[in-house]
């Protein structure tokens, strides 16, 4: 009977570091993010005199106002949606479409095919052969050359084939034994079942989408083409300079690319993510695990 009492207290106080450390560790991870919506909501002159502030003394909406006077920041959400719009499409119906061809065993040339796109997976052309491939194309520029430069991403591709491979074949076959078609089996039977991946694999690709900049900062060079994550990436530029500027005594008046409206941009940019990751975290879930089960 001691035992067991002590097994209980032994246990209880197992219990109670991990609950203080998984406390802390939520901590550090939570305090960035509420530090960027404090400073958002912060004068310049309060963030100067404490740069960690934990609730502004006086919150305001300057940083907020002046970003959306700014303007680059409806050229980057429309530019960025469009590419959400036209470049998710592409993604789930080239990653779906392979991944259910090269799960079908009796493929031919099926392990080729797979051995060569798994290829790209450790290798790739780079960035110049890439340049000049949209550059023969004409599509520099333009939105295609952000959307076809990442049409199938190849680690999605796996997850969504080893998932179409743990599904029984005997569906696959009762329906050709009722005359049905590949495209027909794909649409109507095997991606009705196959919600959890493919909203996992949305996601995915709807973040890559959303965070979006490194083939635009390459392909695109029209100020009215530029994506959210580019107007981002500008705007914190352009609020170091200032913040040296201000720093050397130079330029101490201007705030309206200070600190804050860089935080705010930064807030303003997360929101669409964090307001759809909920409603997608179920499938997310059990899409990862199931995917990667079967090899």
Known sequence: MSKFIENKKRIELID????????????????????????????????????LVLIPSEPTLESYLALIEDGRIWIGYRTTLLILALGLPINMFLTTSMAYGLSRPNLPGKKVILYL???????????????????????????????????????????????????????????????????????????????????????????????????????????????????LRSIVIESQILSHLATGGKSIERIHFSMGMKMAAVLVTMIPVMCIYPFLQKHFVKGVLIGAIKA
Do not use: C
């Open 16 to 51: 109670v570091v991990v609950f203080i450390f998984l406390t802390l560790f939520g901590i550090t991870i939570l305090f960035p993010f509420y530090n960027v919506i404090v400073v958002s909501f912060t004068t310049q002159k309060e963030y100067l005199l404490k740069p």
């Open 117 to 231: 796109v798994l290829f790209t997976l450790l290798f790739n052309g780079g960035i110049i052969p890439l340049y000049l491939v949209m550059l023969s194309l004409k599509l520099i520029n333009t939105i295609w050359s952000v959307l076809l430069a990442s049409g199938m991403n190849t680690f999605y591709f796996i997850i969504m084939r080893n998932y179409f491979l743990s599904m029984p074949n005997s569906l696959i076959e009762s329906a050709k034994l009722d005359g049905a078609g590949e495209w027909r089996i794909l649409w109507q039977i095997i991606l009705p079942l196959s919600k959890p991946i493919i909203a996992t694999i949305a996601l995915f690709y709807a973040v890559d989408r959303w965070n979006e900049w490194f083939h635009a900062m390459i392909f695109i060079r029209k100020n009215n083409m530029v994506p959210l994550q580019l107007v």
